[in-house]
């Protein structure tokens, strides 16, 4: 019951924000909507009992790359547009039935998918077990350092990567 | 209906808001924003998927949260070469590479 009441809450929260995002005219103000959207998705993830994920999506995504997307926006000193930032009517149109269609061909695949993984699942008792036996971080860190370790390490590779080419990108070049 | 199927349903909204902002919005900022509310929306399919599948879809969660850092990381230092060169951030004014 209760839970129904904070699913509906951070649901409204999510879905809210998100569209706010969408429609707000300041960048700053659009950033922000966005957080909040992140915070109420990582409620839900605390009630869908993957809390270690609620905490690291607070902690990295709103906390970590959404402040390097304020900074960009202050660095760039971006205000209200002057001109509407939205597109055209007929662009407008075209790009809300595109998005139209990708919630529908969605809806779709993850219904099959949803009754697939319900038919062969594991279920909530086992789920319960293995929290209780390993805690929220122990449950995720067994398969990420044995199942997934070679992966895990080619992660560091990519963010190494990302560093040096974010530098060569936004270098000042000598006139 | 139970939590993961309306969590599913959500995920799907919040995928189509996404793909919404993209296609309707002129700030290159603000798209980005848009793609990383698309990959949120994934992270919490996997979350739905992980409750019967088994709990490794968790670890794709973290992937995605540093392919979304790596790319949040080129894809700003990107728009801050363009503004250097252009003084404007809107995607629509940047056709040099269109014929």
């Known amino acids: 019951m209760i839970v129904d009441f904070f699913f509906v809450l951070f649901a409204v929260m999510a879905v809210g924000g998100a569209a706010a995002m969408v429609l707000a005219r300041n960048p700053v103000a659009s950033l922000l909507y966005l957080v909040m959207s992140f915070f109420a998705l990582s409620g839900i993830f605390i009630l869908l009992d993957a809390h270690f994920i609620a905490a690291v999506n607070v902690i990295v995504y709103a906390g970590a790359i959404l402040v390097l997307f304020l900074f960009v926006i202050m660095l760039l000193n971006l205000g209200p547009s002057k001109r509407p930032d939205l597109r055209g009517t007929m662009y407008r149109m075209l790009g809300i039935a595109a998005a139209g269609a990708v919630f529908g061909l969605l809806l779709i695949t993850l219904r099959d998918g949803h009754t697939t993984s319900m038919a062969g699942g594991m279920g909530q ?4 077990a293995m929290l ?7 449950v995720i860190a067994e398969p990420m350092f044995r199942s997934y370790l070679v992966p895990f390490e080619i992660t560091s590779l990519l963010l190494l ?15 | ?10 995920s799907a909204l919040l995928f189509a808001i996404g793909t919404a902002g993209v296609l309707l919005r002129r700030n290159a900022i603000i798209m980005f924003m848009c793609i990383e509310l698309m990959l949120n929306a994934v992270n919490l399919t996997l979350v739905v998927f992980s409750r019967s599948l088994g709990i490794e879809a968790q670890v794709f969660v973290f992937f995605v949260m540093a392919v979304a850092a790596a790319e949040a990381a080129v894809g700003l230092a990107i728009i801050i070469a363009i503004f250097r060169h252009y003084e404007l951030v809107d995607v629509d004014r940047f056709n040099l590479l269109k014929w």
């Open chain 1, 161 to 175: 990567v990302a560093i040096v080419g974010a530098i060569v990108l936004a270098r000042r070049r000598a006139p």
């Open chain 1, 125 to 128: 008792a086992t789920m319960d």
């Open chain 2, 1 to 10: 209906m139970d939590i993961e199927t309306y969590s599913l349903i959500l």
């Open chain 1, 132 to 138: 209780q036996s390993r805690g929220a971080v122990g």
